[in-house]
Nanobody, 120 residues
Framework: QVQLVESGGGLVQAGGSLRLSCAAS????????MGWYRQAPGEQRELVAL???????NYADSVKGRFTISRSNAKNTVFLQMNSLKPEDTAVYYC??????????????WGQGTQVTVSS
């Protein structure tokens, strides 16, 4: 099992910045991809950014050039630096990690979510 604890959400004005953190604990030795998703009210959860163990990165088109994902493998932590925030970035942001168990199956774990609100 992997436990995830997120921090760093809050209220910010448009154009501002926030930095989200997600620390993994428990059985972290087989963690591979780490990432962030978000869900706005009435919307489906969507991918924001993913980073693999080799630091291959994918971003949603809507955040490219504004958000930066990074990770510390030593600390089992993933970060999301969010700059030039827009009201449409308002959502609950969820940390996600993928871990491969000893049978070779990929397991997904989710954080509890952290609210990001961007005022206009």
């Amino acid at each position: 099992q992997v436990q995830l604890v997120e921090s760093g959400g809050g209220l910010v004005q448009a154009g501002g910045s926030l930095r989200l953190s997600c620390a993994a604990s428990g059985n972290t030795v087989n963690i591979e991809t780490m990432g962030w998703y978000r869900q706005a009210p009435g919307e489906q959860r969507e991918l924001v950014a993913l980073i693999t163990t080799t630091e291959s990165i994918n971003y949603a088109d809507s955040v490219k050039g504004r958000f930066t994902i990074s990770r510390s493998n030593a600390k089992n932590t993933v970060f999301l630096q969010m700059n030039s925030l827009k009201p449409e970035d308002t959502a609950v942001y969820y940390c996600n990690v993928e871990s491969v168990n000893r049978l070779g199956f990929t397991l997904k774990y989710w954080g509890q979510g952290t609210q990001v609100t961007v005022s206009s």
